[in-house]
């Protein structure tokens, strides 16, 4: 029978935000992780869906507000990627706390969230899910109390695209014989393709076909979409012809074409190999195989993505 989380059907801010502060209320090892991961001192009281006013002027509601003696701590929570700011965030918040500078504006938000960009103000700080939960994660406490665990367990499974990575054991298996009756062979290539779609799934780079990858070739992954005077080819994804040869040993890569001999170098330089291909001509190839135990992957492919783009 499929284990039944209590917390399902409550996947939405405002009771994800109202879980977590009764959670800190009740058990002072939550609240003393949070402080951590807030850099706070203390906190005299902590309340959900506050309205912020100030001399008769409404600045909008809070998702999580903080007393810490005579400072105000304001936090919008935003767990979902594609979830839009409201058209008066952050600036209202920002106006309402202008006239004080120890009050703080936390925007908390899940890695590779789509309108990062939009909060890139001095007055502000961000704060990652991922890292909290990890930081629940670290000394295991959290499996003493099912309230505890649940919540966590909840908040990966919206969250779960960032945690997805290989173990050094598996790493070792994807090199290995494959072998039919090997049981972690579908475990391993429903990861290799959560860490392929979390790239895709972060926003910070713009794919062709976002709802159906490229499955030619033997292959699973994803083209950029770059501008029409741009001829350069970018895909990334898993490749099992390539992940069979001895060059390279990785199921994930990057496949460019169409690169000129200055890019050609520049590409060189960041560690790409050309690679001979019989239908393709100037291919050049990056391996991920050094970097598939990481946990954050998906955000080192990101980030090998975003050099090339710029190149």
Request: net charge negative.
């Amino acid at each position: 029978m499929k284990k039944i989380n209590l917390l399902n059907g409550l996947e939405n801010e405002n009771n994800v935000s109202a879980l977590l502060v009764n959670l800190i209320k009740e058990y002072p090892i939550i609240e003393s992780k949070w402080k951590n991961f807030l850099n706070i001192d203390n906190i005299d009281s902590i309340e959900t869906e506050i309205p912020l006013k100030r001399n008769k002027q409404e600045f909008g509601r809070i998702d999580i507000y903080i007393e810490d003696g005579s400072k105000e701590i304001l936090i919008e929570n935003k767990i979902w990627r594609y979830r839009e700011l409201e058209p008066s965030q952050p600036l209202d918040y920002i106006e309402y706390l202008k006239n004080d500078k120890n009050n703080m504006l936390i925007f908390l938000i899940p890695k590779h969230y789509h309108h990062e960009d939009k909060l890139q103000d001095k007055n502000l700080s961000i704060k990652y899910w991922e890292d909290f939960i990890l930081e629940l994660k670290k000394d295991k406490f959290y499996k003493i109390n099912i309230f505890i665990e649940q919540f966590i367990e909840f908040m990966e499974n919206i969250l779960s695209i960032s945690y997805i990575h290989l173990s050094n054991k598996e790493k070792e298996n994807i090199n290995k014989e494959f072998i039919m009756e090997n049981k972690t062979i579908p475990q391993i290539m429903k990861k290799l393709i959560s860490i392929v779609d979390a790239v895709k799934e972060g926003g910070k780079i713009k794919v062709i076909h976002k709802e159906k990858p490229t499955e030619y070739n033997n292959s699973y992954g994803y083209e950029l979409k770059l501008p029409e005077n741009n001829d350069l080819f970018i895909w990334f994804g898993i490749d099992y012809d390539i992940w069979e040869l001895e060059d390279y040993k990785s199921p994930i890569i990057i496949w460019l074409n169409n690169m000129s001999s200055e890019q050609g170098k520049l590409l060189k330089d960041k560690g790409f190999k050309y690679h001979k291909d019989e239908k393709e001509n100037d291919t050049m190839i990056y391996s991920f195989n050094e970097d598939l135990y990481n946990k954050n992957i998906s955000d080192i492919i990101l980030q090998k993505l975003k050099e090339i783009e710029r190149i």
